[in-house]
């Protein structure tokens, strides 16, 4: 049986071309909306199996026998399909963690092999290994812990449930329960729908591709470094959308982890791990040259964009905040102010586009201190509106846009459970959520751009989704494409596997970034 659309999940557009039914004409949003409740993006709903992790001093910890599977129906086991990658929710037992800044909850994974040995759990190469008509157990180590997943019970044969346990030097160290489910396609889809047709597609051959910019004829790929493989900048000329050529690449030596950027003329401002903000001539695409990195300071930076001659960076570490760059000589940014909103020191770094500017304010994502809204009116003084925050959240993107006279922004999680949130912002002291729309559980949304009443969001596993928002509180899918496939080389089973980067530059084509695929180019029809 293949994957269903959770229940919560907005329903697809009844597009004519795609679904035959009866286009019907609605009218405009009126502004009119319902608050809706907002819950987090993690609601603790008990154990996920029914077997136990046994803490008990006469068994191994991490073997088959540290684990109470009394009340599994292991037989079940047998109807689990071997093969593809598995994304899991773990929910950790009370008592089972004893790290008090683990969180209850958290992303886990494994890969097998078509032959149904596994090939990654949790991320490195197995270290066990069992799978019988009644028994399944893999483990992995990471230094001195011991990762291990049993199964209890197959729901079906591309969801599984089971116990999951770490041991550090022989001693349990934390329990969980988890569900994982096949990272296959939803059974209503094909490869792509709503009128997107792929039309190239291009390997990137440094690091892991996260985010793409084009401007013209050229297609500036931005990477991360993975272990062996440095990232840096590639750049693509794609005048012929069908056959994109690489014509420069950029891989600075101890300076190539780069996360996203944006532009301003033929200037690439990229953030990076932790050497701030590279700044890149792009006046030649096929010789990109690193021109300097700012602040002088290594810091940790997340996203970046630019508004005008203000260039802003969203800073992890060593200090969370904002930093605001005068980039009116693009190539020389000067610091005007470090902004910190009241960042918390407890936030997880991700990376996003940065900051979004509209109508005198400035939108901020702050993972777990939320969405945030400044005014900056005065260019030289940003202070801080309000704020939007939720239980297990991770505020990590975002985009705004007017509808019927209200500021509405498009907020994007990341993580486990994490789905976009329409939010009503015309009041920054008072956000109210209008719209939701979310995919499965175990896969996170990553980046997202407005264009119109149209937003393309890239969503990891499941591929690219183009939403229809032209009235926010009733959010619809009107095409995708699925850029995920479980046997492309070099595949792993993260969380942040899949599409990731995207521009859609108003050519008449989406360009997305996938971890394994690299850059495709895709055409709206």
């Known amino acids: 049986m293949l994957p269903a659309r959770a229940a919560w999940t907005v329903l697809l557009a009844c597009a004519a071309s795609v679904l035959g039914c009866s286009p019907s004409v609605e009218p405009p949003w009126d502004g009119s909306y319902v608050p809706l409740e907002e ?34 129906k292991r037989r079940s086991l047998e109807d689990l399909e071997r093969r593809g990658v598995f994304r899991a929710e773990l929910r950790y037992e009370p008592g ?40 399944l157990l893999f483990s992995s180590r990471d230094g001195d812990a011991l990762s291990t997943f049993v199964g209890c019970n197959a729901v079906d044969e591309r969801v599984l449930t089971g116990c999951f346990s770490v041991c550090r030097n022989g001693r349990l160290e934390a329990a969980a329960t988890f569900r994982a ?66 014509v420069g690449q950029l891989s600075p030596e101890g300076n190539a982890d780069w996360k996203n950027a944006t532009l301003l003329g033929d200037t690439l401002y990229v ?45 992890e570490s ?23 909103l ?37 260019p030289n003084h940003v202070s801080l509106l309000g704020k939007y925050t939720y239980p297990y959240g991770n505020s990590a993107a975002s985009a705004v846009g007017t509808f019927a006279d209200r500021p509405i922004a498009f907020e994007l999680g990341r993580g486990l459970g994490a789905r976009l ?46 939403l229809d928002v032209s009235i926010p509180t009733r959010v619809r899918e009107v095409a995708w494409f699925n850029t995920y496939r479980e046997t492309d080389p070099g595949r792993g089973d993260a969380l942040e596997e899949g599409a990731t980067g995207l521009d859609v530059p108003g050519d008449g084509y989406v ?14 029809l």
């Not at 903000?277 to 940790?300: C, G, K, N």
């Not at 996938?514 to 895709?522: E, F, N, S």
Request: charged share 25%; hydrophobic share 35%.
């Open 271 to 315: 953030a990076t791990s932790d050497a701030g903000i590279a700044v890149v001539d792009i006046s030649e695409p096929s010789r990109p040259s690193l021109v300097r990195t700012v602040p002088e300071d290594r810091i940790q930076v997340s996203g970046v964009s630019v508004d005008g001659d203000r260039l802003y960076a969203t800073v």
């Open 511 to 524: 360009y997305v970034v996938d971890t394994a695929r690299g850059l495709l180019i895709l055409e709206e």
């Open 181 to 246: 489910e096949r990272m296959s396609r939803f059974q209503d889809e094909d490869e792509a729908g709503g009128g997107l047709r792929l039309l190239a597609e291009s390997f990137v051959d440094l690091g892991r591709p996260m985010d793409v910019l084009v401007t013209g004829e050229q297609a500036f790929v931005i990477s991360e470094s993975r272990p062996g493989r440095p990232g840096g900048l590639t750049v693509f000329d794609v005048a012929n959308r069908r056959a994109p050529v690489a």
């Open 342 to 378: 009241a960042a918390r020191d407890a936030d997880r770094p991700y990376s996003g586009r940065g900051a979004v500017t509209h109508q005198g304010r400035l939108y901020v994502n702050q993972q777990q201190d939320g969405f945030k809204v400044a005014d900056i009116s005065n």
């Open 39 to 72: 819950r987090g993006d993690w609601v603790d709903s008990g154990a996920l199996s029914t077997c136990r992790v046994l803490d008990v001093s006469s068994v191994t910890c991490g073997s088959l026998e540290s684990f109470d599977l009394s009340a599994c």
């Open 96 to 135: 089972g963690s004893p790290s008090q800044s683990r969180a209850p909850a958290a992303p886990a994974g494994f890969k097998l092999g078509v032959n149904g040995i596994p090939e990654l759990v949790m991320g490195a190469p197995p270290a066990a290994s069992v799978w019988s008509a009644r028994t």
């Open 318 to 340: 060593p200090e969370r905040g904002t930093l605001v760059f005068d980039v009116s000589t693009p190539r020389a940014p000067s610091l005007v102010e470090n902004v910190t």
């Open 421 to 466: 949130r329409v939010l009503e912002a015309s009041e920054p002291s008072a956000i109210q959520k209008i719209g939701e729309y979310g995919l499965r559980h175990v896969v996170s949304p990553r980046d997202l751009e407005l264009r119109g009443s149209r937003l393309y969001v890239t969503y990891h596993q499941e591929g690219l989704r183009v």
